[in-house]
């Protein structure tokens, strides 16, 4: 059976991730042991909350290096909303925060004019930029549930798998090789969200 594991570091809504693929089939482990995570077949790193408290957690925690050796060995790995926006370099989310730097780029702040409020919050259309394996299934133009005041901007514009419009275009998910990650929430996006907590499980 495969072995997914569910980072734990105090931030993030582990249970319903953890339902998530419940629902679909497959058993998945909330941990926070490095070695629990080197044993997995595939890894996820959900967040919900602050970007420079969550890498003070994964500091304290000691997951900072093992995250980046799950994603260096090839194993699928899953990251969902904050968990997207801490791969990359710098988050500027009350101060200026040093990410996990798997990924170029930065996480920013909306700046949108009324009547558009921040943070976005609801069901947004994904426009499919790159048809990753975990999108196998997924009509360009579904909608997906999110939650959140920031976005990620990537240097490499080609690993935009999803995009977004909310006041301006934004990066929905990112794809490159084993790394897919998503600003939405797969876990609270109903039968198309779980289809891809599926083809993720079944990669």
Not at 14 to 37: C, M, N, W, Y
Not at 40 to 46: G, H, S
Not at 83 to 89: M, T
Request: glycine content about 10%.
């Amino acid at each position: 059976m495969t072995k997914i594991a569910i980072i734990d570091y105090q931030m993030g809504n582990l249970r319903s991730v953890q339902k998530g693929f419940e629902k679909v089939g497959h058993r998945a482990t909330i941990t926070s042991d490095p070695k629990e995570l080197a044993a997995a077949d595939r890894v996820v790193l959900p967040g919900v909350g602050a970007f420079g408290d969550a890498m003070a957690e994964l500091q304290k925690r000691e997951l900072v290096q093992p995250i980046r050796d799950c994603i260096d060995s090839g194993k699928p790995f899953l990251g969902i909303c904050l968990g997207l926006q801490l791969l990359f370099d710098v988050g500027y989310e009350g101060g200026e925060f040093e990410g996990l730097g798997v990924l170029r780029g930065k996480c920013v702040r909306f700046e949108l004019r009324p009547p558009l409020k921040v943070p976005h919050m609801g069901w947004n259309r994904a426009g499919i930029k790159r048809r990753a394996p975990v999108l196998e299934g997924i009509g360009d133009g579904t909608f997906f549930y999110f939650v959140h005041s920031y976005y990620v901007v990537p240097e490499d514009k080609s690993i935009i798998a999803i995009e977004t419009d909310y006041g301006l275009p934004f990066c929905a998910a990112v794809w490159r090789e084993n790394l897919f990650a998503t600003q939405f929430h797969p876990e609270k996006s109903q039968a198309e969200g779980l289809n891809i907590l599926k083809n993720f499980a079944e990669l």
